[in-house]
């Protein structure tokens, strides 16, 4: 059953050596914390409390405002401060909670309550998992209620849980693996348990042997499989995931549900035992703070809303005599560059990455004409041809872009930049396309709402 491989995929230099022995450490935040309300994909949550107001850690402060949106809570006690805009690491400002933390971490009454899921319902699973506010923790941040409500629950064969964690530098669900591999596979095991006809299986890759022993040893007696997986990215794409297990491909025009899988990251499938099984919502996660120019990088356990100044100062701030030339949200391949440390952690933010180095200013120096070489087809794991969307995005042609080459199912990789020996910015023009089709499609939309 499953494949060896995914179609497609690059080999980057992993650099997580940096962090890979680290052990976690908890770091309590002292300064204010900043809670985005859209955090998550779907409409923004509702803020519920007002500035003035007194909190706890483990209080709701703004409640899901649709059916995709997600429940936030408070990750400190202390008081509201504001509920304004502040700006987040996508370099764009947010409507947010601010709440000055007490620093006494007072938490909410019944927090930490040990329950047996054996004896809640579905629907009590599912609740707990909505109050909690859980979204997908690997980075694209779809609330976890949602996915775990497909419209044929009896139709899902497989539970997946990704913890390829293939992005280079970043080792925090490694090391949420290694330390916690017993709690992951009662997450596991709570998920089943909505879907009775399904098999739990666990994705590693290769390159993280000790987490493959520790969840190998918490799985006996349990039927959850763990699945060691050849170490190349992106490996940890739902596609590829759901090709690796069920040895099947799909259109790319369905879901993982379509074809009968749900695809959860470790740290979410962590973040579902925490809040069903031990009463506590998703309040902080893993995170690496890592790359050539920090002075100590390390994972830290820490709470949700931190600044990620802070973050660095936790790391031992940079090198002596070295300033970071960048700075993403993320690792490398996919994440997110910004410039201003005065930003709030988010839920699905699982690393701070400082990089002495820029490789992406260096390419555009060497930049040249397309090749035709034909390799970033041979390495896009969507079976995409980033060549002829390149040309379309340049001819502005988002018609073609988006219903004969379906650039819209680019999940921005990075694979094609990487592979690319001209040095195109595809990835980064594919992301530009993206948002100029999105914003004509939701102008189109707000337009026929005027009409009616």
């Known amino acids: 059953m499953g494949r060896k491989s995914f179609h497609g995929g690059v080999h980057p230099i992993e650099h997580k050596e940096l962090t890979r022995n680290a052990a976690f450490e908890t770091y309590l935040p ?34 899901a ?23 987040t690491v996508a ?13 006494l971490y007072e938490t909410v009454p019944g927090l930490g309550t040990k329950v047996d899921h054996r004896h809640l319902s579905q629907e009590e699973i599912l609740a707990k998992i909505k109050d909690a506010g859980i979204i997908g923790m690997g980075g694209a941040g779809f609330p976890t209620h949602v996915k775990l409500m497909p419209k044929d629950p009896s139709a899902i064969r497989y539970i997946i849980a990704n913890g390829a964690e293939c992005e280079p530098y970043i080792t925090c669900d490694d090391q949420l693996m290694r330390d916690c591999a017993g709690e992951i596979l009662t997450g596991m095991e709570v998920v089943l348990s909505l879907f009775p006809g399904a098999e739990g299986v666990v994705i590693i890759e290769q390159n993280k042997p000790e987490a493959i022993a520790a969840m190998k040893k918490a799985a006996e007696g349990r039927n959850i499989r763990i699945m060691a997986v050849r170490t190349k990215y992106p490996q940890g794409g739902e596609r590829s995931c759901i090709s690796l297990v069920t040895g099947a491909s799909y259109g790319i025009t369905q879901l993982p549900a379509d074809v009968g899988c749900i695809v959860d990251n470790i740290g979410t499938i962590y973040a579902i035992y925490k809040a069903v099984c031990e009463t506590t919502p998703l309040m902080e996660r893993g995170v690496t703070i890592t790359g050539e120019a920090v002075k100590r990088p390390c994972n830290l356990i820490t709470r949700i809303g931190v600044n990620c100044g802070e ?32 930003v709030p952690l988010q839920k699905n933010n699982n690393a701070l990455t400082f990089l002495a180095r820029d490789e992406v200013e260096e390419a555009e120096r060497k930049q040249t004409a397309c090749i035709r070489c034909g390799r970033c087809v041979r390495v896009c794991p969507q079976g995409l041809t980033p060549q002829l969307m390149s040309d379309a995005f340049a001819k502005k042609d988002f018609d073609r872009y988006e219903n004969k080459l379906h650039g819209l199912e680019c999940i921005s990789c990075g694979s094609c930049t990487f592979i ?4 195109r910015p595809l990835t980064q023009e594919f992301k530009v396309a993206k948002a100029e089709i999105m914003a004509a499609k939701r102008a189109a939309k707000e337009k026929e709402a005027a009409k009616a």
């Open 91 to 103: 370099g764009v400002y947010a409507e947010s909670v601010v709440i000055e933390n007490d620093g």
């Open 311 to 342: 973050l660095l100062e936790a790391a031992g701030g940079y090198k002596d005599g070295v300033q970071a030339v960048k700075i993403l949200a993320g690792g490398p391949m996919m994440g997110i560059a910004f410039d201003n440390l005065n």
């Open 30 to 63: 002292r300064g204010e914390m900043v809670y985005p309300l859209g955090q998550h994909i779907g409409r923004p949550a509702s803020p519920v409390v007002s500035k003035g107001d007194h909190v706890a850690a483990g209080q709701l402060i703004a409640e």
């Open 420 to 423: 690319c020996p001209a040095k």
């Open 65 to 87: 405002s649709a059916f995709v949106s997600a429940n936030i809570v408070s990750s400190c006690s202390g008081t509201v401060k504001a509920v304004e805009r502040r700006r």
